[in-house]
């Protein structure tokens, strides 16, 4: 169901939007206590490690703890307005692009559309698109995710406000460089390995057997967004850190903060001072939230496309005319 399919041609670029978007929004709900987990432990300079002192956080169940007692169970939503904006928004142009691209590929080259390089190509386009038009949102959710109490930010409207008149409108874009070099390996990988698994699947699980459909869905994406997630994630601490530049008052309460001058100057600053374990903070929780996110985003986004075609049915319209 994910790309276009000659075959079956049931799913338009409109219904793929909306898919894309609806799957979005359920995932964010139930993912977002282990996106602020990683968050916090990716802009944490000190060392994840019970051993240092003067580090915040040291570990997955410490820092729930932690987070639980000082803020609340709110804290695990917190920023959750403009993530979901950023999972409609993004779900939405991600699928509906990878689909036209998809589609274009048919429709204009030699190429299978169903090929996993295809895939490949096509889900990296898809998601730099969506990445270029969802990045402001992306920076909010940052900053309200990485503050902790009092708040800085009390909505989303000052929040937007306060950013603009301080620090100019290119500070809702500020990251976007290692976003952009990160998210079309990211995605791209994503898809491609979807596809494989999906195909190495077929060779295990019977066609007969459609209620493992959705087991099957879940887990191709699981094990997708794991193995894609890996191999950029240093990127995805770069990022991270330049989103809150210019917010390094909200910071302090966490530990020690840092100015970078860009993408290679916080590349520097990271290796001389944190070493090569530096890009890899926040891993554990980054890791489970990719093997939950990208299974249910995939798993959701089947079922909905599978949904919309049946409502297109032969059968759906019949039932409904009688």
């Known amino acids: 169901m994910v790309g276009y399919d000659p075959e079956a041609k049931c799913v338009s670029a409109a219904e793929a939007a909306a898919a894309g978007s609806a799957s979005g929004l359920v995932t964010r709900v139930l993912v977002s206590p282990?996106?602020?987990?990683?968050i916090r432990f990716q802009l944490q300079i000190e060392q994840l490690s019970s051993r240092n002192p003067t580090a915040k956080y040291h570990g997955i169940l410490q820092a729930v703890q932690r987070i639980f007692r000082e803020e609340g169970l709110a804290a695990f939503w917190k920023g959750h307005v403009p993530a979901q904006f950023?999972?409609?928004?993004?779900?939405?142009?991600?699928?509906?692009?990878?689909?036209?691209?998809?589609?274009?590929?048919?429709?204009?080259?030699?190429?299978?559309?169903r090929h996993s390089f295809?895939?490949?190509?096509?889900?990296?386009?898809?998601?730099?698109t969506a990445t270029v038009a969802v990045q402001p949102v992306d920076t909010l959710r940052t900053r309200f995710a990485a503050q902790g109490e009092p708040k800085i930010y009390p909505n989303l409207r000052h929040a937007v406000v306060t950013?603009?008149?301080t620090e100019g409108p290119q500070t809702f874009y500020r990251g976007l460089t290692p976003t952009l070099v990160a998210i079309f390996p990211y995605a791209g990988l994503q898809f491609f390995f979807y596809n494989i698994l999906q195909q190495f699947s077929k060779w295990v699980i019977p066609?007969?057997?459609?209620?493992?459909?959705s087991i099957k869905d879940l887990l191709c994406?699981?094990?997708?967004?794991?193995?894609?997630?890996?191999?950029t994630y240093p990127l995805d601490v770069v990022k991270k850190r330049l989103q809150v530049g210019g917010f390094e008052h909200a910071r302090a309460a966490f530990g020690q903060v840092r100015t970078y001058g860009g993408f290679l100057d916080c590349m520097r600053q990271i290796m001389r001072e944190e070493g090569p374990g530096g890009f890899?903070?926040?891993?554990?929780?980054?890791l489970l939230k990719a093997a939950f996110s990208s299974g249910l985003i995939f798993f959701w986004y089947e079922l909905f496309c599978g949904l919309l075609c049946a409502l297109k049915s032969p059968e759906s319209t019949e039932r409904k005319e009688g």
Not at 34 to 38: A, E, G, N, P
Not at 118 to 128: E, I, K, M
Not at 221 to 231: D, F, N, R
Not at 280 to 286: A, E, Q
């Open 34 to 38: 282990l996106d602020v987990l990683k």
């Open 86 to 113: 950023l999972s409609v928004g993004f779900g939405a142009v991600q699928f509906m692009a990878f689909e036209s691209l998809t589609e274009l590929v048919h429709n204009v080259t030699s190429f299978n559309a």
């Open 118 to 128: 295809v895939h490949l190509v096509c889900g990296g386009l898809a998601a730099c």
């Open 163 to 165: 950013m603009y008149q």
């Open 207 to 213: 066609a007969e057997a459609k209620s493992a459909a």
């Open 221 to 231: 994406g699981s094990c997708a967004g794991v193995v894609s997630k890996s191999l």
């Open 280 to 286: 890899f903070k926040g891993l554990s929780p980054s």
